[in-house]
């Protein structure tokens, strides 16, 4: 080859050499095969103790063995709690009571409304609606209603003046209800009257005194709470309160008996700033401090 040529062929050798132009392998064909070779692989299965823990997953809430714990009589229990209230009114604290159920989390839950045999709370408004002039709204003022009426309730729920905690609703003056719009705004606040809740009644005078002084208790995450009692409360008036609330309970949970079995695990008295005690079933120790002590 002559110079000149040497010249024309050192160009063409070094583009051959260059990376992109050597010749390329020939691409597989497609197939089904191939093309699931190249995607992820799919999650698989726990095994060992990853499954070992999916299948013991529990069908019943946890209760822990209460067989090294301290538990106290209610005397007991009261004194202490007492402790935790010092310096506050006795009025602005309240014993609430929990009660621990060994039930199933995909059970019927237990609920209820009690009037306890001393009331705590007593200053509780309950509006009545009925005709303001009727026999009706006569015996619900006695039974301890604060406001009664049909139309001026209904202007003063739009104006925005809800002047109660709890409403009731006659019969005969529900369809007047349902017209007026109201539920709207007493819905989102637990107030509009409704036969599923027993607020529209007949007996008006019998609703409104249980519901003075009553209180309701629903079971959650298999416990069920309710406030039992004020600070001032004496020993005895706890006493009688706690018995009332359980027996209640009680009977609600035979009548779920047939649905789903329900026994009681733990009993627990706590207020409003102190914390919870286990309590035994009796009423005081040998070492509990005397009942006027208590009542001071």
Known sequence: MTPAGNKLAAPCCKLLAHPLCRPRPPLPPWSPTFALSQTRPA??????????????????????????????ALVDAM???????????????????????RTQKSGPVIRNRLRLPHPVKTDLRICVICPADSKVAQEATRAGATLVGEEEIFEAVRAGRIDFDRCLCHVDSLPRLNKSGIA?????????????FSTVVRDVGASVQDMVG????????????????????????MQKNIKAFMASM???????????????????????????????????SVNSVSLTEMGA
């Open 43 to 72: 999650s698989q299965r726990p095994t060992g103790k990853a499954a070992a823990r999916k299948k013991r997953a529990r069908s019943d809430f946890r209760q822990y063995s209460l067989k090294d714990a301290d538990q106290f």
């Open 184 to 196: 709207r705004i007493l819905g989102p606040r637990r107030l509009m009257p409704s036969t599923k």
């Open 79 to 101: 004194r202490y709690i007492r402790a935790f209230e010092v310096g506050r009114p006795p009025t602005s604290a309240k014993y609430e009571l929990h009660v621990k159920l």
């Open 250 to 284: 009680k009977k609600d949970m035979y009548l779920l008996s047939e649905k789903a079995a329900k026994e009681i695990h733990e009993v627990v008295l706590s207020s409003t700033h102190a914390p919870g005690f286990s309590l035994n079933g009796d009423f005081k």
């Open 214 to 237: 009553g209180a309701e208790y629903r079971e959650k995450l298999g416990v069920v709470r309710m406030a039992v009692g004020q600070l001032g409360f004496s020993p005895e008036q």
